[in-house]
């Protein structure tokens, strides 16, 4: 199984990015899937979660309204789009992959390699 995200980058408070993180390896239509970030020197945080369905997300409350995880299971594609991006959104994000949504990091079967946000003030 391997997970690759991208579209990390450095930008300014109030900007926006969007991740993305291919998936291969798995049946992606049977896999929940995550988002978590770990600022440095902090612990893995939970950010958002997926159905395989699409149906259902769950996103941790610091991010509610200005984050949104997406999929598009013929691409084997999840998404995550940040706006109105703040300091202390500032972390390595990572996919992960699970057989059904959940917010904690042991719930988790698979991880890609993470890629940094920096947002700065």
């Known amino acids: 199984v391997q997970l690759q995200a991208s579209g990390g980058g450095s930008v300014q408070a109030g900007d926006s990015l969007s991740l993305s993180c291919l998936a291969s390896?798995?049946?992606?239509?049977?896999?929940?899937m995550g988002w978590f970030r770990q600022a440095l020197g902090k612990e893995r945080e939970f950010v958002a979660t997926?159905?395989?369905?699409?149906?259902?997300?769950y996103y941790v409350d610091s991010v509610k309204g200005r984050f949104a995880i997406s999929r598009d299971n013929a691409k084997n594609m999840v998404y995550l789009q940040m706006n109105s991006l703040r300091p202390e959104d500032t972390a390595v994000y990572y996919c992960?992959?699970?057989?059904?949504?959940?917010?904690?990091?042991?719930?988790?079967?698979?991880w890609g390699q993470g890629t940094l946000v920096t947002v700065s003030s």
């Open positions: 992960a992959a699970a057989r059904a949504v959940g917010t904690r990091p042991d719930h988790y079967d698979f």
């Open positions: 390896g798995l049946t992606f239509n049977r896999s929940a």
């Open positions: 997926i159905s395989e369905s699409g149906r259902t997300t």
